[in-house]
């Protein structure tokens, strides 16, 4: 159990453009989800934390213009970079928990590499 | 705020043998919990194991165990008859039992780079 999915696994687009990356909770509902980025050799970096239904909460540095979060169902969270530029390239992860006081679990990650 | 320490970047072991991964937190908290997760190649995080800080017995997964000291604020991994399959990033993770704003995130360490030798 505790199954979390990620789509695209990879991506590449030109700079400028926007892309969406969905994380889903398979197997389980997410009262939150989280979204990471994590650097090559590096630890994951929190980037912002998604409740459903309502407004997901940035940490201090990423601009929520820029990186559109909804969580508009208990299994659904999309991360949208929006107008990407190369330096947005990078690793994304997402995690999502049935309750707040539970563990993490992780998707498999999204390789964006912006052109 | 708290802070996790992993002070080996990496680590070897040989096959068969026995490692320990070494992480140290600072909290002011009472109750919290702490977990090990693996990052191997395919950079998937797994959960390796999970200590609820109230609870004195160390938590067990198969070939992994843990070495929970609080009063020291000390959470070792211990990984016994390594395969190469352990090869991975390891990072331990505070989390408070708190349920509201930041407390719900996860804390991690820089990781520690294990290498399998056969």
């Known amino acids: 159990g505790a199954v979390v999915s990620q789509h695209p696994s990879w991506v590449i687009c030109k700079s400028g453009t926007s892309v969406k990356i969905e994380c889903r909770s398979l197997?389980?509902?997410?009262?939150?989800m989280f979204w990471y980025r994590q650097f090559p050799k590096q630890s994951l970096m929190l980037m912002a934390t998604s409740n459903e239904g309502s407004k997901a909460t940035y940490e201090q540095g990423v601009e929520k213009d820029k990186f559109l979060i909804n969580h508009a169902s208990l299994t659904l969270s999309t991360l949208t970079v929006t107008s990407a530029h190369p330096e947005d390239s990078s690793f994304y992860i997402c995690s999502a928990s049935w309750s707040p006081t539970e563990t993490q679990y992780f998707g498999p990650g999204t390789r964006l590499l912006v052109l | 705020a708290q802070t996790v320490t992993q002070s080996q970047p990496e680590m070897s072991v040989q096959e068969a043998e026995t490692v320990t991964l070494s992480c140290t937190y600072d909290?002011?908290?009472?109750?919290?919990?702490l977990f090990w997760y693996k990052q191997p190649p395919s950079r998937q995080m797994i959960l390796v194991i999970r200590q609820e800080a109230y609870k004195q017995q160390n938590a067990t997964e198969n070939r992994f165990s843990v070495n929970f000291q609080k009063a020291a604020k000390s959470f070792s991994l211990k990984i016994s008859d390594s395969q190469l399959g352990d090869a991975a990033m390891y990072f331990c993770?505070?989390?408070?039992?708190?349920?509201?704003?930041?407390?719900?995130?996860?804390?991690f360490g820089s990781g520690t780079q294990l290498t399998v030798l056969p």
């Open positions: 909290t002011s908290e009472s109750d919290y919990y």
């Open positions: 197997d389980f509902q997410a009262t939150t």
């Open positions: 993770a505070y989390r408070s039992v708190y349920n509201s704003g930041s407390a719900r995130q996860l804390t």
